[in-house]
Every structure is written in C-alpha cells, then in structure tokens.
C-alpha cells in the first residue's frame, strides 16, 4: 500500500513557475515508476511526465521543455518543475505510481488527492 500526497499547487500568472511535490509513504515506494497526471475541468485526466528510478524521464508534448520531473535524495518525493506555464496548464494535477514508465493512465495503479493549477490569463 502507497499514499499519495501532492503539494505545491496554487495560482499563478501565465509565463511564471511553480514547483509541485509528492510525497510518499507506505511501503514499497522504491519499486514503483512515479508520474504526474493532470485534470482540467470537463477533460480527461492526461499524461504529464513520468521518471523511473534509474532516472529515465519521458513527458508529454505539451509540456516538455517547461516542466521537469525529479526524485529528491531520500526517493520518497517526486518533484514536477513547471516553468513558463500557460492558462492550459491550468488543471488539478495528481501524482501516481506504476510498474513500468508508460503515459498510459490506466497503467498507473496508486494515486494521490490532487492539487490544483490555475495559471491566468
């Protein structure tokens, strides 16, 4: 069992930055993939960045190169770096684990509450 907690979200102007965290605990986190979904209001929940733990990241179109995704020392967070962030980032993002590193949604077994992204306009 894993719990998931996401932090860091807020409100933000476009072209700023802002820097969201996931924390886990439980057991067995070392053996999981860890990635980063996002929800806008009336969308599906898409794929935003995923590493593994030899540190292989693969991300979405729409965010790479503004978003980075990153493992703190202790490999009990997950980090999603994002830079020059537009008014379609806005979403409530969640982190999830899974076994492989994949940007299939349903690959993704373990999930945390969300938190949201507002970037204006």
């Known amino acids: 069992q894993v719990q998931l907690v996401e932090s860091g979200g807020g409100l933000v102007q476009a072209g700023g930055s802002l820097r969201l965290s996931c924390a886990a605990s439980?057991?067995?986190?070392?053996?999981?993939?860890m990635g980063w979904f996002r929800q806008a209001p009336g969308k599906e929940r898409d794929f935003v960045a995923t590493?593994?733990?030899?540190?292989?990241?693969l991300y979405a179109d729409s965010v790479k190169g503004r978003f980075t995704i990153s493992r703190d020392n202790a490999k009990n967070t997950v980090s999603l770096q994002m830079n020059s962030l537009k008014p379609e980032d806005t979403a409530v993002y969640y982190c999830?684990?899974?076994?492989?590193?994949?940007?299939?949604?349903?690959?993704?077994?373990?999930w945390g509450q969300g938190t949201q992204v507002t970037v204006s306009s």
């Open positions: 999830a684990t899974s076994a492989v590193v994949t940007m299939a949604r349903g690959r993704y077994n373990y």
């Open positions: 439980g057991r067995t986190f070392r053996n999981y993939v």
């Open positions: 590493i593994s733990w030899s540190g292989y990241t």
